[in-house]
């Protein structure tokens, strides 16, 4: 095989595998960034992911089993939302106690709508969406502008969110409250319902994560289907720093490192298969090693805001 | 308003437990008790579900009275295995490699239930391994793969790299250079059974290096793989059981490993007081391993390919030719 397809077709499965990670981290990443520390993305996930192919395989449209996904997704986000912010619960075990809910709801639902049978109800996928002339650009056109729906919408949102933090007073208001909601509080800003409005877009991305697995890649439905990927998508917030773009970065160098370790093992090497499953973590300690020292947690991550309290 | 989180919590965490926690079920007293662990769920249409199906036959056939447990890891065997014993169960199976030293290890506390470990390979006086000969489908799978592919690169996706997926891939890789000594087998374990994505993205990168005829023992995650060739319009075969019905273009035979059996045969034994501990391999010849009908392809298949698989399954039938169990990878 040519060395320049090995290489496109290197990059194009690296994007595949980022997508659902690049998604759910940003959703997180917004989250955090108010002071709510959500560990439920899988749970998130794994919702929109089961509601989005419910709906597909009913009705046939994509759209609406879009929609669904990331009704999923905020359904369990609003719900670690309530429970943080209304009860002041311990954030780390709502997200807990919802990867569990939602591992054990979606199996109990895909049961009782399916049955126990040896036929996989499947849909069609979405298809790829060349963008023209863009497409067309060698190497980078097949990477970038060949791919689907989901790819473009991820680096739409990517630059979008890096508006909004950077750019907008709605940025600023978001910080302001995750670093110090008493300050925020005092200065007239709506702490509880701006984390609301984190959580609602961390429900919305996350679902949208869920979503791609099952309306894109797989077009079809199985338990546990995100297989842990809520949890990488956590770290992939941590070693991107919560920016857009790391993140973005970091979910390529997590979703390349996965696609490199497959295609090295076709390749035919004598390295045990064990190795290779290693590696992508291996290239995630790495880099959290290269990039210590610099990362900074919002001052109130994971700490409920109660206005009567100093 | 803080116990009002703190019940909300705990409902949450005890829904969260009700629905994990897998099912079970119990029915008429003083028929015999068998228990069956699963390492999955049982409803991923592969390798767990040819299990429960085994279950509920023999729970039909004899009366049984059953109780099952779903996701049980590697490192809950034992617990599991201990649980079902301490509640006076009669025979408790593991169903697959990784039960084998946990059902060994609780054995000797419960001299009274009998364990078994579906592929495992260790045994004491009330426990068994019992040993499908997987291979002996696998071979077969291999001819046909080889026999089938036009661009002499056929790919093989296998779970975790243990003895029991092993043996299926070095099979599979035998049979194929059978056909066609030159061909090219491309191979990856993804160290994982239920990682769909994973398994389906494994299928892409072998079908961008040119294979065209993937296939799988991946269990669940090799769901992914087959997806991956109807995807790009190449041929697959299917694992466990016939998967033809996942992708009906696509799948064109499957290894059928008849777990019912397995477990009917334990059962027997262990009502006719004559279950031992021991490793104990069953193959085709036992009628527990098979490979499943061609369904829509059997007008696509030549008939010459045809006659070939046939002619080798009857050498292995009668004895004439014994499938090597090959439990290391040969790398190439």
Redesign the interface.
């Known amino acids: 095989m040519e060395p320049i397809v090995v290489v496109t077709t290197f990059f194009a499965a690296s994007i595949r595998m980022a997508i659902p990670l690049a998604l759910a981290g940003l959703g997180e990443s917004i989250s955090e960034k108010s002071g709510l520390l959500n560990i439920g993305v899988e749970a998130i996930m794994l919702c929109g992911a089961f509601f989005s192919f419910m709906v597909v395989f009913s009705t046939g449209s994509f759209f609406l089993g879009i929609l669904a996904g990331m009704l999923g997704g905020l359904s369990m986000s609003m719900l670690h939302a309530l429970l943080s912010i209304r009860f002041k619960a311990n954030q780390t075990i709502v997200g807990l106690a919802q990867n569990f809910l939602a591992l054990g709801l979606t199996s109990f639902l895909f049961l009782m709508s399916f049955g126990q049978t040896t036929t996989l109800p499947s849909t069609k996928v979405l298809g790829d969406l060349p963008i023209p002339l863009l497409s067309s650009i060698p190497f980078i056109g097949q990477v970038l502008f060949s791919q689907n729906l989901f790819v473009y919408l991820t680096l739409g949102c990517m630059v979008l969110a890096h508006i909004c933090f950077y750019k907008t007073d709605f940025g600023v208001a978001l910080h302001a409250v995750g670093e110090h909601p008493i300050a925020a509080d005092t200065a007239g800003l709506q702490v509880h319902t701006i984390r609301y409005i984190a959580a609602l877009f961390n429900g919305i991305l996350g679902g949208l994560g869920g979503a791609y697995l099952t309306t894109v890649k797989l077009g079809f439905f199985q338990e546990n289907i995100t297989a842990g990927k809520g949890y990488i998508a956590l770290v992939a917030v941590i070693l991107g720093k919560r920016t857009p773009f790391g993140i973005l970065g970091a979910a390529l160098v997590i979703g390349g490192a996965e696609a490199l370790q497959i295609r090295l093992q076709t390749a035919g090497t004598g390295i045990p298969s064990q190795l290779f499953a290693m590696f992508p973590y291996l290239m995630t300690i790495a880099a959290l090693l290269l990039t210590i020292g610099s990362a900074h947690d919002p001052a109130a991550l994971g700490i409920p805001y109660d206005r009567d309290k100093r | 308003?803080?116990r009002?989180?703190i019940v909300?919590?705990v409902t949450?965490?005890g829904?969260?437990?009700?629905?994990?926690g897998g099912a079970s079920e119990t029915k008429a007293s003083d028929s015999m008790r068998v228990a069956l662990l699963l390492s999955?769920?049982?409803?991923?249409?592969g390798w767990n579900?040819v299990a429960?199906?085994g279950l509920k036959a023999a729970e039909e056939k004899y009366g049984l009275q059953t109780a099952y447990s779903e996701h049980v890891g590697i490192a809950d065997g034992e617990a599991a295995y201990t649980d079902y014993a301490s509640q006076g169960y009669d025979l408790v199976i593991g169903h697959g490699f990784q039960f084998g030293e946990p059902a060994v290890r609780v054995s000797n506390r419960f001299p009274n239930t009998k364990f078994m470990a579906i592929e495992s390979n260790v045994y004491s006086k009330n426990a068994a391994s019992y040993v499908m000969a997987c291979e002996e489908a696998a071979y077969l799978m291999g001819m046909l793969s080889a026999s089938m592919s036009k661009s002499g690169k056929i790919?093989m996706v296998?779970g975790f790299?243990q003895p029991s997926i092993v043996k299926v891939v070095e099979a599979y890789k035998l049979g194929a250079k059978s056909v066609n000594p030159s061909i090219e087998v491309?191979?990856?374990?993804?160290?994982?059974f239920?990682?769909?994505?994973?398994g389906?993205?494994?299928a892409?990168?072998?079908a961008?290096?040119?294979a065209d005829v993937l296939s799988h023992v991946a269990n669940?995650a090799g769901?992914?793989v087959i997806?991956a060739a109807e995807?790009r319009g190449l041929l697959a075969t299917g694992d466990s059981?016939?998967q033809n019905?996942?992708a009906p273009t696509t799948v064109m035979c499957s290894t059928i490993y008849s777990v019912p059996m397995l477990v009917l045969n334990a059962v027997e034994k262990v009502q006719n007081g004559t279950y031992e501990g021991g490793v104990f391999y069953l193959g085709m010849q036992d009628g527990v391993v098979d490979i499943a009908p061609y369904n829509s392809f059997d007008g696509i298949i030549p008939d010459s390919v045809k006659t070939l698989i046939a002619d080798t399954r009857k050498s292995i039938l009668n004895g004439s030719l014994k499938i090597p169990m090959i439990e290391t990878?040969t790398?190439?």
């Open positions: 308003m803080k009002i989180a909300l919590f949450l965490v829904v969260a437990c009700l629905f994990a999955g769920p049982a409803n991923d249409q579900a429960f199906a790919g296998g790299e491309l191979e990856a374990y993804i160290s994982s239920t990682d769909v994505a994973l389906k993205e494994a892409i990168a072998m961008d290096r040119g669940q769901t992914g997806k995807e059981y016939d019905a996942i990878p790398r190439n």
